[in-house]
Structures are given as C-alpha cells and as structure tokens.
Nanobody
Framework: QVQLVESGGGLVQAGGSLRLSCAVS??????????VGWFRQAPGKERGFVAAINWNSANTVYSDSVKGRFTISRDNAKNMVYLHMNSLKPEDTAVYYC????????????????WGQGTQVTVSS
C-alpha cells in the first residue's frame, strides 16, 4: 500500500554534508496526507528519532542532537522527502530509516506504520 525507499547514504568525513532521499510509493493524495520522518540506528543502540515533517511542510520537528545541522523537507509533487545533513559528526554514523504515518505524534515517538529498509551513513573522523 505504501512503500518507502531510502537512498543517498555513504561515507563522508566529519564536517561534511549528505542528502538522504526517501521515495514514497503511494497514490499522490495518500502521500500528501502523510507525516514522514527519519529515524536512525547505530550499532548496539536503539533506533531513535531524528526529524519529521507534516503533510504540508508547515510543521517540522527535530531531535536535539541534530537541531541546527539537519533540515527535513518534502516535495509532494514528486512523493519525496529529504534529509539534508550538514556539519556531520562521527556520532551521526548509523543506518537511517524513513517512516510514515498520519500522525505527527506517532511518527516522532515510535515511528509510523510504514518503514523503509534503511540507508547507511558513515562519518569518519
């Protein structure tokens, strides 16, 4: 029904930038109603919330650890959500997952009912 596919991960030096993309396969009207967010999971750690954006981009939420460095955006015409990551740190190394649901409250806490397969981001010091 709704599929999410992440891309854009890779290896980058500390201080560098990456842009992650989340392609959402859904009928256009369905995607435009979804809140979409990003979670990440580092080795040996639990998956944690990174950022989320509501259906019309009017509301964005960030974790304290990425606030001011990461920016989430979306293009409803293309069914795409992006995570622009600047000033990357080694502690940002993780698998990054895209998730979607109707509720911002759900997405920012446990994540939505729809998940992608993840993309690896590695930041070298």
């Amino acid at each position: 029904q709704v599929q999410l596919v992440e891309s854009g991960g890779g290896l980058v030096q500390a201080g560098g930038s990456l842009r992650l993309s989340c392609a959402v396969s859904a009928r256009t009207w369905t995607f435009s109603t979804l809140t979409v967010g990003w979670f990440r999971q580092a080795p040996g750690k639990e998956r944690g919330f990174v950022a989320a954006i509501n259906w019309n981009s009017a509301n964005t939420v960030y974790s304290d650890s990425v606030k001011g460095r990461f920016t989430i955006s979306r293009d409803n015409a293309k069914n795409m959500v992006y995570l622009h990551m600047n000033s990357l740190k080694p502690e940002d190394t993780a698998v990054y997952y895209c998730t979607g649901d109707l509720s911002m409250g759900v997405v920012t806490t446990t994540g939505g009912r729809y998940w992608g397969q993840g993309t690896q981001v590695t930041v070298s010091s």
